[in-house]
């Protein structure tokens, strides 16, 4: 330990060297010199206390108690050194155990990633087991429902800007259902299964989940009625005026708080001109434990449909809400970090667009390449070599044929089916002229274009404001 | 299946009816009107066989006999249905899988994602279980050399664009090893496991390795000479030609086509001018049993390093070669497809860049945020909202601070810490004037700016010729 703490001395005294160096303006081998010096005593000193803290020994446990019914999709798996580890089910847990461990406190992030769910596949729908997510979150403590106006203006910025048809936005608040729960009489011990059964509504009908609420998870006929006289209702701002006027669940302090929030998220939402997007659905209740105030789904309104399906078929493609306790449940201290956030389903996206471009029979381009560097006689392939290789080096987008003798045709075919705008040809007599031949794939014109002046020209041609791309 | 086939036609038909009304120039109405009928019917017909093919039923099989003796670094993993599983290794394998399973014999592309590995993490220099590769891929039935050359130009580009310090790439071709262990009297059966005793010679002393071979392999300490007197040689294209004029070694026809094929690839590597930093090292053997052809892996010259280590302490931080079997080895026919690509350590380079930072104290930029919308008093927040709204729709990426009364002095030092480089200012007498004061972080100036003109005044302020990021 003393040896440990002569090692931080030494790094501490090398670190001020190397800023009194650059203070002094010293020069720059001097100063990258002294940096070596620094990084060899810091790799002497291992690992700092920052990094140790990603050695996480069990991550299993990270993942149980998430999820709630969700839970069982869950990819478990064992490696070989006998570990218990599962395939994480989300981003948003992650994220979570993230900002625990580095006790950070205020951060706006996204990420696009893998996650797995031992679900059904359906390939025409976009299910996969292994698919991908995007998800957007903005972590800290901050005045209501700002941050998670953002969320859904940001859900909405992104569906419109796709073309997969019309959509709607359904929001609720966990803390309006736990309100409706506890008046309607549901035990506190039974939330969190009637949320989930609450949240099949959009699939199946209210006659199906009363008998689940009844027959399986033990709730009174008349409760459950009770319960489903609120949780068919939806509608915009009105209801939720509506509702507060509900002489008992206003008198619920938690069902009171979610609606006010609600209040004031749809004057946000206003404000940002997408209130007419969000319809306020008390029978969203989305399955995961993690949520504790506004949760929202985005589902379209137009999609393929199988025999027998609601018309939303895909089910949702994007949603969030608030998860106000999930940090804390990763800190010793139990120190929380309010967050709201949102997971788009790309791979779903992806499956309506890519359906709709094959039906449209529109070709999607493949590649941004910018130029083929081509020859129009045989024995040029070094020269096609040092001509690509300059425009590489140029910051040009360009590419060649891997033939030592390609035909001019295939090479010029080969741009019309790759879509790449325009074509350097080297010929003989342009070599000895000092000029390359530089064709336009569109309009076949040719200009010979002075060899020192070929990458400005290609810039200028494919510049943002004239690229077909 | 009768069914089906009526299915199939129904589709058929739908398909023609699209095209015609395109061809008709149909109303837009019109044609998603038919489109999303044959929409219905595809998702009627279920996942195409296309599709089908992707369900792989034991993916443990795909990773099995590809990594030699590095197969105990993979995670094997069990999911809840009792089927083997295991965590990606590289991202070769798949990519090789992928074009077996969709017939694909022509494809260049590349890829970022995770792979696992089952051994001892060192944080400091960059070394997870779970880390990020980067991977190159050039796959068809091309002239020798040429997209080798580009794998390797592209790799220098990459290497040469970070500021990591310098970097050597040493080449080799397996094809030269086999060769060389035949004429030194390995027998065939060895040959791998002797190559993966030849590669650690970049880590521990030619001494170690030989007892390897004789203590463990059952080499006689004459043959090991012998390789050793091979191995331990390196050099440019000299050393090529040098060998050709071996006796042995040019006698084996294995090791004349490798030898033959590397003298090309220096010629390529000269016209892309990156020979000076591309080293022939006959020890370079890479553990993985699928190369057939050239090898190379990209060594820093000057990293972080611990005691007792050699100076490349990182290791490699990009690799390669040719495996011109591996997709065969999907191929229900055994069909080939030639490939040739590299692999990027992500991380290993992030660890590095990360430190150099570190240590030089340079800040970087951790947002593109171009705009802050602050207000100058209180009870601001709705216009606050409304303007970063506008700004957004305009594609400008502007924040505002989540809070319903935040200070302006707070706002600008936002803007200090986070490099955000204009703020748009909201004050009731702008409001009344209709005009936003825009100032510049840098330069503290302020200007009134008409509400109509800010969208362009803050694109030309922060275009990329005069952007700060």
């Known amino acids: 330990m003393a040896e440990r703490a002569a090692l931080e001395e030494l790094v501490r005294l090398q670190g001020e060297r190397v800023r009194g160096l650059k203070q002094q303006k010293a020069s720059a081998e001097q100063i990258e010199e002294e940096v070596a010096k620094l990084l060899k005593l810091k790799a002497q000193l291992g690992p700092d206390e920052g990094k140790q803290k990603f050695v996480l020994k069990t991550p299993k446990e990270t993942l149980t108690g998430k999820y709630g019914e969700d839970s069982k999709l869950i990819y478990d798996l064992k490696d070989q050194g006998g570990e218990l580890l599962s395939l994480r089910y989300d981003l948003t847990v992650p994220f979570a155990r993230y900002l625990a461990m ?37 972590a800290g403590q901050f005045d209501p429902m700002i941050p998670d106006a953002e969320c859904l203006k940001i859900m909405c910025e992104i569906l419109s800007s796709l073309q ?29 299964t009637i949320c989930s059964s609450v949240d099949k509504l959009d699939k199946v009908s209210w006659e199906e989940v009363k008998n689940e609420m009844v027959g399986e998870k033990g709730l009174t006929p ?33 069902a009171l708080e979610g609606l006010e929030d609600l209040k004031l998220l749809f004057e946000y939402l206003t404000l940002f001109g997408i209130a007419d997007k969000i319809s306020f659905d008390l029978s969203l209740a989305r ?20 025999p027998g399906e609601e018309p939303l078929g895909v089910g949702s493609v994007a949603a969030g809400g608030r998860y106000d306790g999930l940090v804390g449940m990763f800190d010793p201290k139990g120190r929380k970090v309010p967050c709201v ?17 094959e039906a449209l ?52 075919q080969y741009c019309e089916e790759a879509g790449i705008p325009l074509v350097a040809i080297i010929g003989e007599q342009e070599l000895k002229d000092g000029v390359i031949k530089l064709r336009s794939v569109a309009s076949r014109e040719e200009v010979d274009v002075r060899r020192e002046d070929l990458v400005e020209e290609i810039k200028r041609r494919t510049s943002p404001a004239l690229c077909i791309c």
Chains 1, 2 share one sequence.
């Open 102 to 138: 580095n006790k950070l406190t205020n951060i706006k992030r996204y990420h696009i990633a893998k996650v797995y769910r031992r679900d059904n596949p359906a390939m025409t729908r976009g299910r996969y087991r292994e698919f991908y997510q995007c998800d957007f979150d903005i």
């Open 164 to 192: 997969i048809g019309d959509f709607l936005v359904k929001v609720n608040d966990r803390r309006i259902l736990d309100g409706m729960f506890a008046i309607c009489g549901v035990p506190d011990s039974k939330f969190r």
């Open 222 to 254: 008349e409760v459950a009625d009770h319960i489903g006289d609120y949780v068919q209702q939806h509608g915009g701002v009105s209801l939720v005026e509506q509702l507060l006027q509900d002489p008992k669940l206003s008198q619920n302090k938690q």
């Open 287 to 306: 399955g995961l434990d993690y949520y504790t105030g506004v949760i929202y789904e985005a589902v379209l309104l137009q999609t393929p449909v199988r």
């Open 341 to 357: 956030g949102l997971s788009i389903g790309v791979e779903r996206i992806f499956s309506i667009v890519e359906q709709r471009l």
């Open 361 to 412: 029979e529109e070709k999607v381009r493949t590649t941004e390449t910018q130029v083929l560097v081509a020859s129009a006689q045989k024995r040029l392939l070094e020269e096609r070599l040092k001509l690509v290789s300059e425009l590489w080096d140029a910051g040009i987008k360009a590419e060649l044929l891997y033939k030592k003798n390609p035909k001019l045709l295939n090479q010029l």
